[in-house]
């Protein structure tokens, strides 16, 4: 069975990226337009793992993550910010709110692939 992979970021090109890589890798993929989309989608659902942006309407990267690490349905799921943003504060916040890893964009999939399956190998 697949792995399912929840991609969360306001920008349609940056979700489309990111699932022909995952679905091209053997992973299934959610796609939420935002942190409140992607809370909608959570409930009843089963994610393996989180790629969020940061920077986002409604509710960004941070009250995402935090709200995720609230909730003790999906309290451990590993979540990896990939944001454009690349300041050292930044990356502690996010780390604070309880995000597992990070990644810069414009990413590589190659890299985003490594990042996957280190956090949820086969």
């Known amino acids: ?3 399912t992979i929840m991609v969360v970021d ?4 940056v979700r489309q990226m990111m699932s022909f890589t995952l679905e091209n890798a053997g992973y299934a993929v959610v796609e939420a337009e935002d942190g409140e ?4 989608k959570l409930v009843g659902s089963t994610v393996n ?10 509710i960004n990267g941070f009250e995402l993550i935090r709200s995720i690490r609230s909730k003790s349905d999906h309290k451990y799921i590993p979540i990896v910010v ?7 504060s930044k990356k502690k916040k996010s780390k604070e709110a309880g995000a597992t890893g990070w990644i810069t964009k414009p990413f590589k999939p190659d890299q985003l692939l ?3 399956k280190r956090v949820i190998p086969n």
């Open 10 to 13: 306001d920008s349609p090109s």
């Open 82 to 88: 990939l944001t454009t943003e690349y300041h050292e």
């Open 114 to 116: 490594d990042v996957i």
């Open 1 to 3: 069975m697949s792995k």
């Open 49 to 58: 793992m989180i790629v969020t942006d940061l920077n986002m309407p409604n």
């Open 37 to 40: 989309d992607a809370l909608k």
